[in-house]
């Protein structure tokens, strides 16, 4: 296997020269994008509406197949189905995209084997453990739903969270506790935010990119605040 160089420290996540040019499109929407997180950061691409950020989370989830160039883990090319497999991918609204009919359904989808314990270890991560599971996922609140369609993710434990834009829609004080949310769930993977206001996740302490024209360019967001403990 031939390795993605992995720069001065080790990395877990890797895009190396990745280009992605759809045939019913002028030109490419990627342009050989390249970026790098090291183990335990978290990673935000900013970018206009249109500049390619979601395209890039299906990239990396396995969704579609770059062009040109790899998406490395710890230096290893991964094909689709590896992506697929490390990566847990949350759409912008996820709440459009919600298929059961109760809390406990939403969360069986695609989970053969899903134990209470686990049911409940990871509604209780997500700060849900005291919403009634027969309920009709619509009726929750907005970031109670957010917080829903983390929980669907984090029981296929993925070692990278791909969050569309995750605040989006939310008023500020659930825009708060999702972020909250956020620092916490960062533990042990890594999270790729992309978003149109990268200002809002400076308290996750990210690494910064902005995605504009098909290119990526790395930049500094300003200092953080320190999130606020749980
Ligand atoms: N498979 C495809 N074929 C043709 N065009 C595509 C394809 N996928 C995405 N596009 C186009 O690429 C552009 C970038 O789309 P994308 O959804 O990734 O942007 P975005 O940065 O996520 O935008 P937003 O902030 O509005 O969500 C859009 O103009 C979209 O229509
Ligand atoms: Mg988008």
């Known amino acids: 296997m031939i390795g993605c160089s992995a720069g001065p420290l080790a990395t877990v996540l890797s895009l190396e020269q990745v280009s992605y040019h759809p045939a019913t499109v002028p030109r490419p929407l990627l342009r050989q994008v390249s970026m790098a997180v090291r183990p335990g950061e978290t990673a935000v691409v900013a970018g206009p509406s249109g500049a390619g950020k979601s395209t890039l989370l299906e990239l990396v989830a396995g969704l579609i197949q770059p062009g040109r160039g790899r998406i490395c883990w710890q230096g290893n090319p991964m094909d689709r189905r590896q ?133 990526l360019e790395p930049y500094q967001e300003e200092q953080p605040v320190t999130i606020k403990p749980a």
């Open 83 to 215: 992506r697929h497999r490390r990566c847990g991918l949350v759409f912008q609204f996820p709440e459009r995209h919600f298929l059961g009919l109760t809390v406990r359904q939403e969360l069986q989808l695609g989970q053969r084997r899903l134990t209470e314990e686990r049911l409940g270890a990871v509604l209780t991560q997500v700060g849900l453990n005291h919403v009634p599971r027969q309920q009709p996922p619509e009726r929750l609140s907005g970031g109670q739903q957010r917080r829903l369609a983390l929980a669907v993710q984090l029981l296929r434990n993925p070692q990278v969270l791909l969050l569309d834009e995750p605040t989006a829609g939310l008023d500020w004080s659930v825009r708060d506790s999702l972020l909250t949310l956020l620092g916490q769930l960062r533990t042990g993977r890594v999270l790729l935010v992309v978003t149109h206001e990268p200002k809002l996740f400076a308290p996750l302490q990210p690494r910064c990119w902005r995605l504009q024209d098909g290119g």
